[in-house]
């Protein structure tokens, strides 16, 4: 049995003797441990007998949380976090960069190639790809629920509107438009290739999570992610992006490939930190993300390496002039919010309330580096 402070108790009563108490593990919702203590039938009953009227009414009969009180703020700082904050994050709008860098990257690639940019073509498929997104994130949250995943995810579209059906039906809405948008795209530019690639970087997401695959429990969430937004979205827009009348076909020279993998590295880099204050819940219901195999602080460990591999392609890449000057320039301005993701997540890894953070980090990373290497084709045109 943990020690614990019976000054902590607020409308409580002393026991006679520690064995009055029964002590439980719980874990809470943000994976913190605590104990938690039950009064037994007998004391309580006993109890209730020695105590006046006024002070029974005080005496709380459910379970009583005992931890620090410095961890006791923390819960309840945790349960009244505002509800518009827990919208915010259930909307994860900064998480639709993943559809934005892709597109935009394909975009300026196809705009070197061709000194084209079709603009109407590209709000199409940027609208497009952020439903896709949006069918991606609501089936997420949808597929969690029924495992119990996200039972204790406030932020969890299911439990903040209280309707499974509405944010499945809502799902599959979004993903019939966006689906809609990127097939009349590539048939109007009349590019097979582009469907194809298209349709395998849905089917990615489609295996991730939805059942009967689920491929994101068994830890290879990470990879689907690299080939989706990397080599299959990437180059599926540089080669709708830079058709026209006289134009249909593009090369998939190593440039684009190249660009494509830089592109897959940030993006699935936001997917792996995101599962690091997730580690205890992912575990109990059977998520054997990366994360739960290496453990946190093996996974700090890929992620300065992750990072370090990032900038040793890009020089490489760079020096062998597969990309422009002016790409691998610009993208190593970017070098020293690499370093500060690396750093921070080294730091905090063992720290939930800090490491949730983690992956807008990621994100901020994975939208500048794409902004910096979309800026260094047009620049190098």
């Known amino acids: 049995m943990n020690l614990v402070s019976l000054c902590n108790l607020n409308h409580g009563f002393l026991p006679n003797k520690s064995t009055d108490l029964f002590v439980k593990p719980r874990f809470t919702s943000f994976h913190s441990r605590g104990d938690v203590i039950t009064r037994l039938p007998l004391f309580y009953s006993k109890a209730r007998k020695n105590l006046n009227a006024k002070t029974s ?11 620090s009180y410095e961890d006791t703020a923390k819960v309840y700082q945790e349960e009244e976090i505002p509800k518009a904050k827990l919208i915010w994050r259930a909307i994860k709008l900064p998480i639709y960069s993943v559809a934005l860098i892709p597109l935009t990257v394909g975009a300026s690639l196809a705009y070197l190639e061709t000194g084209l940019f079709l603009a109407r073509r590209y709000a199409t498929l940027i609208l497009s790809s ?15 629920f029924d495992t119990g995943a996200d039972k204790n995810k406030k932020e969890s579209v299911v439990n903040l509107v209280g309707s499974r059906g509405g944010a499945l039906a809502a799902a599959i809405t979004s993903l019939v438009l966006g689906v809609s948008g990127l097939a009349w795209t590539s048939l109007l ?6 469907i194809l690639l298209l349709a ?5 997401g489609y ?8 491929l994101s429990y068994q830890g290879l969430g990470e990879p689907l992610c690299f ?12 080669l709708l992006l830079g058709s026209s009348s006289e134009m249909r076909h593009l090369p998939l020279s190593s440039r684009v490939f190249s660009s494509s993998l830089l592109v897959g590295f940030t993006t699935s880099l936001i997917l792996f930190c995101s599962h690091f204050h997730q580690v205890d819940g992912d575990l109990a219901v059977g998520k054997f993300s990366p994360l739960v195999r290496l453990g946190t602080e093996r996974g700090a460990f890929v992620v300065k390496w992750t990072i370090r591999l990032l900038y040793s392609m890009l020089f490489f890449f760079g020096l062998t002039k597969i990309l422009p000057l002016p790409c691998t320039l610009m993208c190593f301005l970017t070098l020293p919010v690499g370093n500060w993701v690396s750093s921070y997540v080294e730091k905090h890894h063992k720290e939930n309330e800090k490491i949730f953070m983690a992956k807008y980090y990621c994100v901020r990373l ?16």
């Open 57 to 67: 009414k005080n005496l709380r009969v459910g379970p009583i949380f005992l931890k």
């Open 130 to 144: 952020i439903l896709i997104i949006t069918w991606l994130n609501l089936s997420n949250d949808v597929y969690d």
């Open 189 to 194: 530019a009349s590019n097979i290739r582009a």
């Open 200 to 204: 395998s970087a849905i089917l990615c």
């Open 207 to 214: 295996v991730y999570q939805c059942p009967p695959f689920r």
């Open 227 to 238: 080939a989706a937004f990397g080599p299959f979205a990437t180059t599926a827009f540089y």
């Open 366 to 381: 994975h939208a500048l580096f794409g902004v910096a290497l979309s800026l260094g084709f047009v620049i190098a045109r």
